[in-house]
């Protein structure tokens, strides 16, 4: 049993000197230690030694355990160590490898002009305001005068939610006039650009979702004076101080009177024609219309309870898409929604 006991020592020593793995050490833990393990198996006999053996034997064999399991954990540990070390010398940082290049977005060139021009009006203490998309008819027509019957009313022109037509995808940012003078007293100066919808084909100047940018501005003693100095100014600093607007009698049902404001074609100046052939800028024209405009119907005051006796006000109404066109030189509409990166890029 003692030569048997040494044999056991001497291979398992060897066989763990050669392990490799910890895979290696656990298969030879097993082997020789588990509960089928040869030294186990060793101990298992010691029953049928005499009484006087059994200790040294014991002692022997508990002797032979230890120093596997010993031998056992000094392996663990080299063979930790080398594992660690090969995966060391293997993930060298070599830092004149070139980098992966990261691609960096920028912002929207529709929200660029958008930004630009949130600041100029913030600069005059314009307050920028956020509404609903999805408006009831009160607000997006009722109350700023548009009736029942109205022909912008139709259900061929608006996306509305319900069959007796009382909610709506808003048509025009306008419905953010009343929502404000409801919770605000004047002097009020406020901004409101948001998304509004039509059942528009999209084409290169239509698009069923477009960007419009509402302004108002409610004081005592507001005139049209107040109205032609403040967008004139405005528009001045977004196309270029040496920009020519011209104003022209409209009709809108909320305002009164109304007008649109037009800035003389900056490629052709006004004539409509460049070198002999007809300006593709203004399309022969010689004026790009910028924005509807007016003084704020008395009627309007009152629907949202500012006494017209006391207060008056100006309010305008543009397209920011059609601003972002002008300035960046985009012909077509379409591309300012597509997203292409090819074309973002560009701006
Ligand atoms: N809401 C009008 C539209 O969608 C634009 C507009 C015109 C807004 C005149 C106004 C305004 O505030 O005074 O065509």
Same mark, same amino acid.
């Given at each position: 049993?003692?030569?048997?006991?040494?044999?056991?020592? =001497?291979?398992?020593?060897?066989?763990?000197?050669?392990?490799?793995?910890?895979?290696?050490?656990?298969?030879?833990?097993?082997?020789?230690?588990?509960?089928?393990?040869?030294?186990?198996?060793?101990?298992?006999?010691?029953?049928?030694?005499?009484?006087?053996?059994?200790?040294?034997?014991?002692?022997?064999?508990?002797?032979?355990?230890?120093?596997?399991?010993?031998?056992?954990?000094?392996?663990?540990?080299?063979?930790?160590?080398?594992?660690?070390?090969?995966? &060391?010398?293997?993930?060298?940082?070599?830092?004149?490898?070139?980098?992966?290049?990261?691609?960096?977005?920028?912002?929207?060139?529709?929200?660029?002009?958008?930004? =630009?021009?949130?600041?100029?009006?913030?600069?005059?203490?314009?307050?920028?305001?956020?509404?609903?998309?999805?408006? &009831?008819?009160?607000?997006?027509?009722?109350?700023?005068?548009?009736?029942?019957?109205?022909?912008?009313?139709?259900?061929?022109?608006?996306?509305?939610?319900?069959?007796?037509?009382?909610?709506?995808?808003?048509?025009?940012?306008?419905?953010?006039?009343?929502?404000?003078?409801?919770?605000?007293?004047?002097?009020?100066?406020?901004?409101?650009?948001?998304?509004?919808?039509?059942?528009?084909?999209?084409?290169?100047?239509?698009?069923?979702?477009?960007?419009?940018?509402?302004?108002?501005?409610?004081?005592?003693?507001?005139?049209?004076?107040?109205?032609?100095?403040?967008?004139?100014?405005?528009?001045?600093?977004?196309?270029?101080?040496?920009?020519?607007?011209?104003?022209?009698?409209?009709?809108?049902?909320?305002?009164?009177?109304?007008?649109?404001?037009?800035? =003389?074609?900056?490629?052709?100046?006004?004539?409509?024609?460049?070198?002999?052939?007809?300006?593709?800028?203004?399309?022969?024209?010689?004026?790009?219309?910028?924005?509807?405009?007016?003084?704020?119907?008395?009627?309007?005051?009152?629907?949202?309870?500012?006494?017209?006796?006391?207060?008056?006000?100006?309010?305008?109404?543009?397209?920011?898409?059609?601003?972002?066109?002008?300035?960046?030189?985009?012909?077509?509409?379409?591309?300012?929604?597509?997203?292409?990166?090819?074309?973002?890029?560009?701006?």
């Amino acid at each position: 049993m003692k030569e048997q006991l040494e044999q056991i020592k =001497q291979q398992a020593m060897a066989a763990l000197n050669n392990a490799a793995t910890p895979a290696d050490l656990e298969e030879l833990r097993v082997r020789y230690l588990g509960k089928k393990g040869e030294v186990t198996a060793v101990l298992k006999l010691m029953g049928k030694l005499s009484a006087e053996e059994r200790p040294i034997m014991g002692q022997l064999a508990n002797s032979v355990r230890a120093e596997i399991e010993q031998k056992l954990e000094d392996r663990k540990t080299q063979i930790h160590a080398s594992v660690l070390e090969a995966k &060391l010398a293997e993930e060298v940082l070599d830092v004149t490898i070139p980098g992966v290049e990261v691609v960096m977005g920028h912002q929207h060139p529709m929200n660029q002009v958008l930004d =630009q021009v949130k600041e100029i009006f913030v600069g005059l203490g314009y307050q920028v305001v956020d509404g609903p998309e999805v408006e &009831l008819a009160s607000y997006n027509f009722t109350r700023l005068n548009i009736e029942e019957g109205h022909p912008s009313r139709d259900r061929s022109d608006t996306f509305y939610f319900n069959d007796d037509d009382s909610i709506l995808l808003r048509t025009q940012t306008s419905p953010m006039q009343i929502r404000y003078m409801e919770n605000h007293k004047p002097p009020l100066c406020m901004l409101a650009p948001g998304r509004v919808f039509r059942k528009d084909e999209a084409d290169a100047t239509h698009s069923p979702m477009f960007h419009q940018i509402e302004g108002l501005v409610v004081d005592e003693h507001i005139t049209m004076g107040d109205l032609k100095g403040a967008l004139v100014a405005i528009m001045k600093k977004i196309y270029g101080e040496d920009s020519v607007m011209r104003f022209r009698p409209h009709h809108f049902p909320f305002t009164e009177p109304s007008c649109e404001m037009d800035m =003389q074609c900056h490629k052709c100046h006004g004539t409509g024609e460049v070198d002999g052939q007809t300006c593709s800028t203004c399309h022969g024209e010689g004026w790009i219309e910028l924005l509807g405009a007016g003084m704020v119907h008395p009627d309007v005051l009152r629907n949202c309870g500012i006494d017209p006796e006391k207060y008056s006000g100006f309010a305008f109404g543009m397209g920011l898409e059609r601003m972002a066109m002008g300035r960046l030189r985009i012909n077509d509409l379409r591309l300012i929604f597509d997203n292409d990166v090819r074309f973002l890029n560009q701006f």
